[in-house]
C-alpha cells in the first residue's frame, strides 16, 4: 500500500504541471522595502514576498499601500514590478533588480525578450553597477523566459 502511494505521489510530482514557480523570500531577510514598512507589515501578518505581491498585483492595491505606508506611488510601482519578476524560481530581489536595470519592467517584457540580447544587456548592467556577483548565462536567460511564460499572476 505504502509503495503503491509513493509511487502515485511521484507520478503526480513529474506529470501535473505546476503553476507555483515563486521564489518566495521572508521581508525580514531581503532589503527590498523600508524596515518600518517591513515592520508594519509584519505586524498586519504579511511576512513575505508572495503575499506582499499579492497586495501589490493590483492598482488598487498599489495606491491603498502608497497612501497607508507612505511609500511614494512611484516606489511602490517599481517594488511591485520587482515582485512580479521574484515569481520565477532563481529570480531573486538582485536579479529582479538586474532585469529592471537591463529593461525588463515585467514579466510580459521578459517573455517577449531575446535570449541573446537580453544576455548581452545583463552583463553589460551587471559589470558596470556590480549587482551580482554571478554574471548570469545563457541557459539561465533562456530558464527565466521560459518560466515567466507560465507564471499565472500578472500586475494589472
Known amino acids: 500500500m505504502k509503495k503503491t502511494f509513493f509511487f502515485i505521489l511521484l507520478f503526480l510530482l513529474f506529470t501535473i504541471p505546476s503553476t507555483a514557480f515563486a521564489s518566495h523570500y521572508d521581508l525580514d531577510d531581503i532589503?527590498?522595502?523600508?524596515?518600518?514598512?517591513?515592520?508594519?507589515?509584519?505586524?498586519?501578518?504579511?511576512s513575505n514576498t508572495e503575499e506582499l505581491f499579492a497586495m501589490l498585483m493590483k492598482?488598487?492595491?498599489?495606491?491603498?499601500?502608497?497612501?497607508?505606508?507612505?511609500?511614494?506611488?512611484?516606489?511602490?510601482?517599481?517594488?511591485?514590478?520587482?515582485?512580479?519578476?521574484?515569481?520565477?524560481?532563481?529570480?531573486?530581489?538582485?536579479?529582479?533588480?538586474?532585469l529592471q536595470l537591463s529593461g525588463i519592467q515585467?514579466?510580459?517584457?521578459?517573455t517577449e525578450a531575446s535570449p541573446n540580447e537580453l544576455l548581452d544587456t545583463l552583463q553589460r548592467?551587471?559589470?558596470e553597477q556590480n549587482i551580482t556577483g554571478v554574471q548570469p548565462d545563457l541557459t539561465v536567460v533562456r530558464d527565466w523566459i521560459e518560466k515567466s511564460r507560465k507564471v499565472v499572476n500578472h500586475m494589472q
Open 31 to 46: 532589503d527590498i522595502i523600508p524596515a518600518e514598512i517591513t515592520q508594519k507589515l509584519t505586524a498586519a501578518n504579511v
Open 59 to 98: 492598482k488598487s492595491g498599489r495606491d491603498e499601500f502608497s497612501a497607508k505606508y507612505g511609500m511614494p506611488a512611484d516606489e511602490v510601482e517599481k517594488l511591485a514590478k520587482k515582485l512580479e519578476l521574484m515569481q520565477i524560481v532563481g529570480v531573486g530581489p538582485k536579479a529582479a533588480t538586474l
Open 106 to 110: 515585467s514579466l510580459k517584457a521578459l
Open 125 to 127: 548592467v551587471n559589470r
